[in-house]
C-alpha cells in the first residue's frame, strides 16, 4: 500500500490508522492484510519515526514529479492501494504557477500512470478540495452535481486530477475515487503557505497562548472538518463497493460552516473550563488572502456523501478538544 504525501499531518496519521486497522479491500472484494505501507514524500520529519511501526512501515523520499522514482516505488507494492494526499497548497500554487503545475498535475499524472501500471485493478484514492467549485457568483450552496469553476490554480489543478480518476476508472486503468476535502481543523505545527491555514490558526495558536494574526473577516463562513473524520472518510471511500458510485468518483465530504467568531466562542468555552490562558485573534486584514477565500464556497451540500456513509464530524467544540487530547498533550507525531 502507498501513501503519497506519508511525510505530512494526514499522511501520517492516515498510515498510523491504516496499520492499526490491519486489512482493506484488495482488488478480489475480499479483506486482504496490510503487509507493508510506503509513504512517499520529499521531506520526512525525524519526530515522526515510529519504533512500533518498524518493518511494516518503509519511507521513501523523493518529489512524485520524479516519474521513475514513483513507478519504482508502486511497481514495489503488491496488488497496490493508493492513497494520493501529496500536493502544493493554494497559497503557493497562486505564487508559483509552473511549479503548481509540475507538483500537483504532472505529478498526479505520475501517480495515476503507476498504479495504472501496477498489478491488477489497484483501488486509487484522491485528497481533492472544495476549491474546485467557485464561479463569477458563489452560490450559498455545492454539491457533487456543482459544476466545477475553480478561482484558483489549486483548484484548477484538484478539478483536473478529479476528472483524471473518473476517466481512468471509466477505462479499468483502475478503481479510482476521489475524497473532495472541507478545509481541515486542526492542524498542528506553525502556518504554512496555504490560503486557508488561519482556519487551524485561530484556534490553534490561542490554545498555545499566542496570538493569532487573522488575515480574513471575522464573519468568513467558510466549510471546515476534523482531521479524524478525514482519516475515516478516506478509508470509508476505499472501502465502498465500486458499484455505489457510478461513473461519478469525486464525493463530498459533510463539513461545518464555521466563522471566526463561532471559533473563538468555542476556545473561551474551552479555556474557561480548562484553565487554558488564551492568545488574542487580532484583526490583520489581508486583501490577497481574502481574495482567494472569496472564491471558495461557504457551505457544502454533502447529502449523497452521507448516502454513501461518509461519516459526519463530530460538533466543532469535541473537534478542537480532540485536538487537545490528541495533539497538545502529547505533541504532533506520526508514523
Known sequence: MVITGGGGFLGTLLCKQLVKRGTLTGPSGEQQEIEQVLLLD???HEATGDPSLEGTVRRITCDISDREAVFSAVDSAAEVSL??????VS??????FDDALRINLDGGRNVFEAARAATGLPRVILASS????GGDVIMDHYSDHSKLLPRTTYGMTKAICELMVNDYSRKRFFDGRSARLPTVIIRPGKPNAAASSWASGMFREPLNGD???LPIRRDQRHPMTGYQTVI???????ELPESCLGGDRAVGLPAHQVTPIMAEEVIKQIAQSRGIKLGR???AFDSRIQGIVDGWPTSIDASRGELLGMPKPPPLKVIVEQYIQDIMTKGSDGC
Open 83 to 88: 492513497f494520493h494526499l501529496a500536493s502544493m
Open 281 to 283: 485573534i487580532i484583526d
Open 211 to 213: 496570538d493569532c494574526l
Open 130 to 133: 472544495i476549491a474546485c467549485f
Open 91 to 96: 497559497g503557493e500554487c497562486e505564487e508559483r
Open 42 to 44: 520529499r521531506f520526512f
Open 232 to 238: 475515516d472518510s478516506l478509508i470509508c471511500l476505499h
